[in-house]
């Protein structure tokens, strides 16, 4: 396989049959269509090209800057198609909450600009809404925009209905499957791949799925945002059916862990609401009938998206020696010093001063004399062993003396005989009016 | 209007509820003092800042939390909260004195928005700390301190114009405060005026929902007090403003369908859900859903003294993952918050009197129309879709809860000698003022009831007291404007008193 461009490595995906075993249906087939292989790393990767391939050349002729409102596989593509040929890209959106995201794109040289969030004080004569606002801007005379316009143009289903489609029939030996079930996103994936395999076949079922209403699945939309969306129409899927974060989760673990698909989780909503839908069908059936499902993206840029809703799929072992480990009563017996005798000890016993808050905190304002480890690492060097001499005396400082208790306590557990947290911290200190440096 | 009833149910609190269902108390408070009447439950202010004092004290965090004065003018609610260890922010030389007088020492007040010389005088005459809006405020101010013999003013130099690392988040254009690029020019300014004016620290107020776009604000203040310490000065506090939302419905459920419904009607798949076919914001534009819903987010459950822990623990983006909430502390930095909706969420409630029920017939919602004006109870101008409370005439329990089973109101009413029986089934009703103006709609939605209303019933519109309960009333029309009561419980009842009587020593378990 020998190609020129990057692009020319769009399409042509593979078609993968899950195991039964997996899924568990008897009479239907089932295949997992992997646009993830696509070499930006989804499903968009078609629409954005064929919806900015045609005007690249004259994009550059003028100078443009290629603009989407995307909030994430699009604006990807489009980011890597633009630079590939020396224009700018700019996403626009409200949507973008997957930071992996948005880090890529900005390392891949979008501009990003969010939309801010709704008003608190809500003015009900107002008229512009900032999309309102952003679309004006792009109409204006003279501007220089090459606006892909995702969600209205039909060079995205497009992509699909001359690529994906005939993909899916071509691999299944030129019969359209009984079953497509994809996610709603742009609804151009859906919509293009529907028209195909209808083409072939017009009895073939089209199952929508989209998100939960105040449930967030990335790349997906709740069903009343699918009718913001003008490829979406209700028309073309004879059911559309909403799944939850946690079960789209739940799909995409099915995937990674059992299938070897290392999908995200719109793909884990697709998987779990096609079977889903299909158990119910598959009871009922005696002949064998086969089914599509879309796997758009790959997992790696969901971790943070799936570590804040199962944290319990990132545990890690609890290690020893932690500040965490100390009983109450352990962290109330460990030494304290107040401001009055810790400025005394300081002026007789030279006891090496800690200060354990961020970096920033300490180079505004600091105990003259006093070192910086902040907390995080100090517990990191603490795994390994006491960081400094039995005989050096340790005065630890924190904001309000409650870290430094806790640390001052481990100390003591470690071995060390003359740790003591600093009272009431460097709050105290500054109330008591005494000296703090910035040097 | 075919299909199921579409109810918004208030989310109720202990006191509201407990007091909704004392019906013959309500009605003997509109008895004596009329209708509308706007009901404040003081008590609930000092439980609410609390609410926000525990999320202080979570983080370790010393400071103030300020009650935006212009959500409420209640005597009794600031003078409930001039009796806790709370501040008080105020936008106007009324709201000052008024501050003042509700005894609030000028150490727990800040005076902020728009100022004339006699607010900006008075403020740095008893010395209150003064937001500074802009760089021509801060020279105002300075001018006014020696001429008139002035101790030093304290100000926070409110900011805006905050900007995110590597994204651009755009913002929605605001005439308040110095853009941040700006900074080094104002503090140029403070330090030109040492003697007088001294500086507090630096303020912002974003009106948006966004915690992110407040988190960036908060970080930006967090660069421009460092800038400050840089140049010599000695900031201690960090102002956020306020914003944090009131929650005001009961079932989030409820409130996704409605809001799909509201989807459906404007593309026209089901009948209208308000008066004229309005869609708050949304409009079909042939076949695909355009605008936006204009709207308060009526079920939000982050929000108050929630909304504000969520901000502080946010990891910081600049500060190697650090919280907000550390950063300040670690930094010495006082947190002051102005909430004003939040911290008088549950604090009150607005009665109307049903006077008419006029059946348009056929299929048509009926017409209630009410004893009070849509400035009076101005939900609706906050975008906050909820139902009221009906609390029938007949000394009957009030229907609480639209949606849950209904076993009192079979027998109907016998109160009302003029209106038909009540009937136990739920009723689409339109809501209408006492103006004869086509635009006084008390809410453009049609509303459902648990049961058809009769004159003499109340509707009891909760929650009230954050902006919607006198912010917008006007006395242009000689209409008669709400009083307002106080009330509290004491020995399992419900006592009262005229707002402008309510002191902290009224209720007799303050003398004891």
Known sequence: MRYDSITEAIGNTPLVRIDPAVHGLAHIDLYAKLEMMNPFGSVKDRAAWNMAGPHLAAAARDGSQVVELSSGNTAKALAVIAGMHGLGFKSVTNRMRVPEIKDLLLLLGAEIEELPGQSECLDPTATDDPLTLFHRKLSEPGSAYLHTDQYFNQRNVEAHRTGTGPEIVKDLGGRAPDWFVACVGTAGSSTGVAQALRGHDPQVRVVGLVAEKSDFIPGIRSIDEAHEVGLFDPGTYDTVEAVAADDAIEGMLTLNRRCGILAGPTSGAAYFGAVRRLREADAALTERQSAVFIVCDRVESYLSYVRRRRPDLFGAPQRSAGPADLSEAEIRKAPAVGVADAQAWLATGRPLVVDLRSPYAFAALHIDGSVNIVDEVFGELLRGGLPFSRSRPVLLACPVGEKSARYAALLGRMGHPDVRSLAGGIIAWRDAGAPLVRD | ?512
Not at chain 2, 223 to 251: F, K, M, Q, S, T
């Open chain 2, 1 to 512: 209007m075919g299909g199921q009833p579409l109810y918004l149910e208030p989310r109720l609190g202990p006191r509201l509820r407990s007091l909704l269902t004392a019906a013959d108390v309500l009605h003997g408070l509109t008895g004596a003092l009329g209708s509308p009447l706007n009901v404040v439950v003081p008590d609930q202010i000092a439980e609410n800042l609390g609410e926000f004092r525990a999320v202080y004290a979570a983080h370790h965090l010393a400071g103030q939390v300020f009650l935006a004065h212009k959500a409420n003018r209640s005597h009794a609610l600031l003078r409930r909260l001039a009796g806790t260890d709370a501040g008080v922010d105020v936008a106007s030389l009324g709201e000052l004195q008024h501050a003042l007088g509700a005894g609030f020492t000028p150490d727990r007040i800040v005076a902020t928005g728009p100022k004339n010389p006699e607010f900006l005088w008075l403020a740095a005459r008893t010395g209150v700390t003064v937001g500074v809006d802009s760089r021509a405020e801060l020279d105002q101010l300075a001018a006014l301190v020696r001429p008139h013999a002035l101790p030093p003013a304290t100000v926070l130099l409110r900011l805006s114009g905050f900007e995110a690392s590597g994204v651009r988040v755009l913002s929605r254009p605001s005439r308040f405060g110095t853009p941040v690029r700006e900074l080094a020019a104002l503090l140029d300014a403070v330090e030109g005026h040492a003697g007088a004016v001294e500086l507090a620290g630096v303020a912002y107020h974003l009106d948006t929902t966004s915690v992110a776009e407040k988190a960036t604000a908060l970080e930006g203040c967090l660069a421009a007090l460092e800038e400050c310490r840089r140049r010599g000065l000695r900031p201690r506090a960090v102002d956020i403003g306020g914003g944090y939302g009131v929650d005001y419905l009961a079932d989030g459920g409820q409130w996704d369908r409605y809001t799909s419904e509201l989807t459906a009607a404007a593309l026209g798949t089901r009948p209208p859900l308000a008066w004229g076919g309005h869609g708050y914001g949304l409009r079909n534009d042939s076949g695909t859903l355009r605008g936006a819903l204009g709207l308060y987010p009526g079920h939000r459950p982050v929000a108050g003294a929630r909304y504000l822990g969520e901000l502080l623990a946010r990891p910081a983006a600049t500060a190697g993952g650090r919280s907000l909430a550390t950063l300040l502390l670690e930094h010495l930095y006082d947190l002051y918050t102005e909430p004003g909706r939040a911290l008088l969420d549950q604090c009150g409630l607005t009665l109307a009197k049903v006077l008419e029920v006029r059946e348009p017939g056929g299929e048509a919602p009926l017409m209630v129309r009410l004893a009070l004006t849509a400035g009076d109870m101005a939900l609706e101008q906050h975008g906050v879709l909820m139902d009221p409370v009906l609390v029938p005439g007949d000394g009957g329990d009030a229907a609480l809860g639209g949606a849950a089973p209904r076993t009192t109101d079979a027998a109907g009413t016998t109160g009302a000698a003029s209106a038909p029986p009540a009937t136990g089934d739920p009723v689409a009703v339109h809501l209408f003022g006492s103006l004869c103006l086509e635009s006084d709609m008390v809410t453009r939605r049609t509303v459902f009831l648990p049961r058809r209303p009769a004159p003499g019933d109340l509707l009891a519109f909760a929650n009230t007291a954050g902006y919607a309960m006198d912010f917008h009333a006007t006395g242009a029309q000689l209409q008669p404007l709400a009083r307002t009561a106080a009330v509290w419980q004491e020995a399992g009842g419900w006592r009262w008193c005229l707002d402008d009587q309510y002191w902290p020593t009224t209720p007799s378990k303050g003398l004891k």
